[in-house]
C-alpha cells in the first residue's frame, strides 16, 4: 500500500506550541522542520525539473496551519436550484495524497502542498457552540470535503481525538469519508456510535484505472467490514458514477460486493452523485493524466455551474445502482448528491422538495435502525 513520508515540515509560529503539532512532529523526527510567522507556497519551490511535477512534488510538503475561520460550514453544495441533503463540513485538512485523475482539488485549491489545520481543540470547540446552539437537529459533519479523511490519519493521528470529541456530542454525526482502508487504529476508539465511516467506492475498473494510490477496491471492503465489526456504522457514496463501456454490470456487482462485506444493517446510508467538475479541471487532467478516460463523453452545464453527463445518462447511471438497493437491502436510505428535483423524481423512490427533507428522511431512518446511538 502507499505510503506517505514527508519531505518538509512547515509550521506557522501560531500553532507551534499546540498538542497535536508536538504529536505530527514527533511522528517524524528525521524530516527538516521550518518555523514561519505566514507560510506562502511559490511555484518556483518545484525547481526546473519537468518530471517533479507541482501538484505531486507540492504534496511533500506538510504544512501546520493555524486556522482562522469559521471551520463548520453548511456543505457547499447547498443551492436553491439542487435538492440538497443539509449536510455540514469540517475542515481539518486540506488536500490528499492519493491522485485520483478526476479529483477536483487538483484545480480548485490555491497551494499544492498538505495543509493540517492544527489548532484542533479551538476548531473542535466551534463544533461543541455550533451544535449546541441547535440541540433538536441532528447535525451531519463530514470532514472529507478538501481532504481524504483518513488517508494521512495512521500517520498523523487525528482522526482519534475527533472521534472521542464527538462521542460526547448529543445531537451530532461524524462522517469519515476515504479511499482508504486506514482502519486499525481506529477499531478499539470508544466512538460511541457517534462516528459513520464511509466509502467513496467504485467498480475495480475504475479504482485501478482513475484512482490511483487508493486502497483498492477488496481493501476497501474489507476496511468497512472490519469497522462494522468493531460498532460502528458505516456509508458507502458511489460518487463518482463514471459512464464507462461496462457501468451497468459493473455497478449491479459492486452493490452485490458490498452487500456481501457488511451486513445491510450497519450501512447509514447510500449517495449516489455522478462525476461532476470545474471547466478549469479538464486541462490540468489532461496534462497530469494522459490516459485517463474518465473525461469521454458529452457533458453539460449544470444549473451549479459545474459539468455533468446528459441528464437522460446520470438518470439511467442512478436507476441501475438504486433499483439494486431496493432490490437487495430497500432498509438503506439512499440520496442524490447535487441533482435537481426533476433527477429525483425520476430516478428515486421518493422525492424530497427541500434539503431538510432529505435530512428528515436520513435523521427519522437512522432512528428507526440506530435507536440508542443516535
Ligand atoms: S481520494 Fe478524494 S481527495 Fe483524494 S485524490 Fe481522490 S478524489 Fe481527491
Redesign the pocket.
Known sequence: MFQYHPERIIIDKAVAAEPLTEQICGRFPDVPKQLVDNFAWHQDETGTDPLRNPLTQGKKTLHLKYFKGTSIKACPGFSNDLVCCNYFTLDLIE??????S????QAFLNKPVITVHANLEEILEQVRQRTAAQPDTLFRIGT?E???SL?LDHILGIKSHVIRFFAKLPNALLELK??SSNVDHLLELPHGGKTVISW?INPKAIVEKE?HK?ARLNERLEAARKVSDAGYKVAFHFDPLIHYPDWEKGYQELVEQILDAVPSDRIAWVSLGSLRYISSLKSVVDERFPNSRVFLGEFVTGEDGKMRYLKKIRQRLFRNVQQKITQLAPQIPTYLCMENSSVWKNTMPHQPQTAIDVESQIAGSLQQRFPIEV
Do not use: Q, R
Open positions: 488536500n490528499c495524497p492519493f491522485e485520483c478526476y479529483c477536483i482539488l472529507g478538501h481532504s481524504d488517508a476515504t479511499k467513496s484512482e487508493t
